[in-house]
């Protein structure tokens, strides 16, 4: 009677573990202004701008009382966007068997990208005093950027994370 295991495959790769991530992570933007954050930069400007256009208007620049509330709907109006924007998202996992990029737009719009482990190369644009400008994954003549949308720290943390795993995917192989 032969001793291991009959589910064994021939070349040495577990077939229920072959498609497990070794490396999995979500990917969101940067945002720098919480929504606490946004309500008292927004009640912050707005006692600015009443009190100023309150001045104006008594000095007789009445005008000047309507381009402040224009800049408060401008703000306004810009900060939500930038909100909206920070529900976007990527989505980077790499398997023994795939890489796959996927990014979620802030309208739910889905595209993914999916490559072979084996051929996928990691590049890197860095700066002195900036830090981590791009980080692309590369297969073949494909280049997709990753986290672009994250900050220098944040993408030198995911740069490690995708070169590990990428070098233990090859290893194993």
Same mark, same amino acid.
């Given at each position: 009677?032969?001793?291991?295991?009959?589910?064994?495959?021939?070349?040495?790769?577990?077939?229920?573990?072959?498609?497990?991530?070794?490396?999995?992570?979500?990917?969101?933007?940067?945002? $720098?202004?919480?929504?606490?954050?946004? =309500?008292?930069?927004?009640?912050?400007?707005?006692?600015?701008?009443?009190?100023? $256009?309150?001045?104006?208007?008594?000095?007789?620049?009445?005008?000047?009382?309507?381009?402040?509330?224009?800049?408060?709907?401008?703000?306004?109006?810009?900060?939500?966007? $930038?909100?909206? @924007?920070?529900?976007?998202?990527?989505?980077?996992?790499?398997?023994?068997?795939?890489?796959?990029?996927?990014?979620?737009?802030?309208?739910?719009? @889905?595209? &993914?990208?999916?490559?072979?482990?084996?051929?996928?190369?990691?590049?890197?644009?860095?700066?002195?005093?900036?830090?981590?400008?791009?980080?692309?994954?590369?297969?073949?003549? &494909?280049?997709?950027?990753?986290? @672009?949308?994250?900050?220098?720290?944040?993408?030198?943390?995911?740069?490690?994370?995708?070169?590990?795993?990428?070098?233990?995917?090859? =290893?194993?192989?």
């Amino acid at each position: 009677m032969a001793s291991g295991n009959i589910h064994a495959h021939p070349d040495g790769l577990d077939p229920d573990t072959i498609d497990r991530p070794v490396f999995q992570a979500t990917i969101r933007p940067h945002q $720098s202004l919480s929504q606490d954050g946004f =309500k008292m930069v927004m009640i912050g400007c707005g006692l600015v701008s009443v009190v100023t $256009s309150v001045a104006c208007v008594r000095a007789g620049f009445w005008p000047v009382a309507g381009f402040f509330g224009l800049d408060m709907i401008g703000l306004y109006v810009a900060l939500k966007v $930038s909100f909206r @924007r920070g529900r976007s998202f990527e989505e980077v996992m790499i398997s023994p068997i795939e890489v796959m990029l996927a990014r979620v737009t802030h309208r739910g719009e @889905r595209r &993914e990208w999916r490559f072979n482990p084996l051929w996928t190369k990691l590049t890197k644009v860095e700066d002195d005093e900036y830090g981590m400008q791009t980080l692309t994954l590369v297969s073949r003549r &494909e280049y997709v950027v990753v986290a @672009r949308d994250a900050s220098p720290p944040e993408r030198e943390v995911i740069a490690q994370g995708l070169t590990r795993a990428l070098a233990q995917v090859k =290893k194993g192989f």
